[in-house]
Antibody, heavy 119, light 107 residues
Framework: EVHLLESGGGLVQPGGSLRLSCEAS????????MNWVRQAPGKGLEWVSG????????YYADSVKGRFTISRDNSKNTLSLQMDSLRAEDTALYYC????????????WGRGTLVTVSS | DIQMTQSPSSVSASVGDRVTITCRAS??????LAWYQQKPGKAPKVLIH???TLQSGVPSRFIGSGSGTDFTLTISSLQPEDFATYYC?????????FGGGTKVEIK
């Protein structure tokens, strides 16, 4: 059974940094693209970032480009998101999401970790 | 960036009704479109990908169709467990983008 467990969320001041992690189990992690998708309270879904199976290609939403960095460690089945220069509008529930087969659709989702940016 | 416009933003319907949700992209997607269902307090669930491919375990009352820039999700006979918010998503190009969502409510 696929299991994705996010951690690292919390309260941070504007301009601060956080590092989110996602521990994956129940599937061959190194065979799937991975993503971060966020959802602000009461709002819709927003894709944040994606990474190829070997980590060689990374992709970002315009809203986070230059501030967030996605990475993966296939030896540890872990996905990470380094978030710098955080803004109030980054406040959201951040989901770790497995790609669907070889496509950039979203199959299995974690339960999410909440990031709150506020002074 | 590809903009995804979903309509309606909400719809009230009864059990047994046929419900149609549309999604329009700002440019052609070559069929690279998915639909998700999200219930309150839960993570989204993929229903359909590549326009019309039903994900394993999803009931056949969910039907995806469309081409080019215009896509449709049809629920052929609404069931009580289908009351939720639905999102479309394009996977044609980066950045990946979602529609704004359609909330299906009980009439």
């Amino acid at each position: 059974e696929v299991h994705l467990l996010e951690s690292g969320g919390g309260l941070v001041q504007p301009g601060g940094s956080l590092r989110l992690s996602c521990e994956a189990s129940g599937f061959t992690f190194s065979s799937y693209v991975m993503n971060w998708v966020r959802q602000a309270p009461g709002k819709g879904l927003e894709w944040v970032s994606g990474i190829s199976v070997d980590g060689g290609s990374t992709y970002y939403a315009d809203s986070v480009k230059g501030r967030f960095t996605i990475s993966r460690d296939n030896s540890k089945n872990t996905l990470s998101l380094q978030m710098d220069s955080l803004r109030a509008e980054d406040t959201a529930l951040y989901y770790c999401v497995q790609g669907l087969q070889s496509y950039w659709y979203f199959d299995f989702w974690g339960r999410g970790t909440l990031v709150t940016v506020s002074s | 960036d590809i903009q995804m416009t979903q309509s309606p933003s909400s719809v009230s319907a009864s059990v047994g009704d046929r419900v149609t949700i549309t999604c329009r992209a700002s440019q052609g997607l070559s069929g690279c479109l998915a639909w998700y269902q999200q219930k309150p307090g839960k993570a989204p669930k993929v229903l359909i990908h590549t326009t019309s491919t039903l994900q394993s375990g999803v009931p056949s009352r969910f039907i995806g169709s469309g081409s080019g820039t215009d896509f449709t999700l049809t629920i052929s006979s609404l069931q009580p467990e289908d009351f939720a918010t639905y999102y479309c998503q394009q996977a044609y190009s980066f950045p990946l983008t979602f529609g704004g969502g359609t909330k299906v409510e009980i009439k």
